[in-house]
């Protein structure tokens, strides 16, 4: 009787010693994985307003004769930029912050409808829609974004994931404000506001919506690839006005669509150790 209760004893004590060894799956917890990407791409283009007949005063007319413009406007391709910060508590779910800078271009496509000539041999009007057809404004945007991300089926070759994002962007110059240069009867080269801006703010709220994949090429990095739809809040003209007034504008949101790539140092937090 006595051998058989150290026999239970010394099995009872085995089991437990294996147990504290080596956890049971279900019962191992996630270790905090911080990551760390740099990444960078292209940024799309798109139509941003149009403003088919633009009444335009002539000089020299004594304001009551008028050319008409009609001005059109685009934002073109450019360099997408950004850094985020992923830290994941689990398989699946993290929480993201993140800053991305958008570089683009202002295209404008200005052409006359109507012009007097007569009344305005110097074709100043023209020399300004000319101006603002050949001009070149960079829009430089800056996004800083809190969000989540889920990645599908982690561990593998190549990992899926979705991420949605909310913040604020802010952008150095106006997508609604135009003028042109024109050369006057004296020599002297003048600039001519013809759209003026009503909003002087350019912050805005912003989201992101992205879908990519992560591919780990050696232990504790990785590769990524994204598409991303930014949708940006921006002004647009609706109407026409005795220039230089302010033109009617609505508010609507812009959709820039990015691919990058990136590359992402990943991090562990070990028991006993920081990352």
Known sequence: ?????????????????????????????????????INAGIVFGGDLWTLPEQPVAIIGGGGFDFDTMRIARRLNPGLAAGLTAALFMSRHFGLT????????????????????????????????????????TSVATTGFYLGAMYRFAPGGFATPFLRVQGGVS????????????FLDADGTVRDRVIIVDP?????????????????????????????????????????????????PTEGFYDHAITV????SIVLEKKRGRRY
């Open 1 to 37: 009787m006595p051998n058989t209760t150290v026999a239970r004893s010394t099995a009872l004590l085995c089991l437990a010693a294996a147990m504290g060894a080596a956890p049971l799956p279900a019962q191992e917890r996630s270790q905090p994985r911080l990551f760390l990407t």
């Open 199 to 247: 909003d002087d703010s350019y912050t805005a709220p912003t989201m992101a919506i992205s879908a990519g994949v992560m591919i780990p090429v050696s232990p504790g990095y990785q590769f990524t690839l994204e598409v991303r739809d930014h949708i940006i809040r921006m002004q647009r003209v609706t109407g026409p006005a005795v220039a230089p007034a302010r033109h």
């Open 260 to 263: 990058t790539v990136g590359f």
């Open 170 to 181: 802010l952008r150095n110059t106006s997508v609604v404000e135009t003028s042109g240069a």
């Open 97 to 136: 912050f993140e800053a991305m800078y958008l570089g683009q271009h202002i295209d404008d496509d200005c052409t006359m409808v109507a012009e007097n000539a007569a009344l305005d041999p110097q074709r100043r009007n023209a020399q300004v829609c000319r101006s603002i057809t050949q001009k070149e």
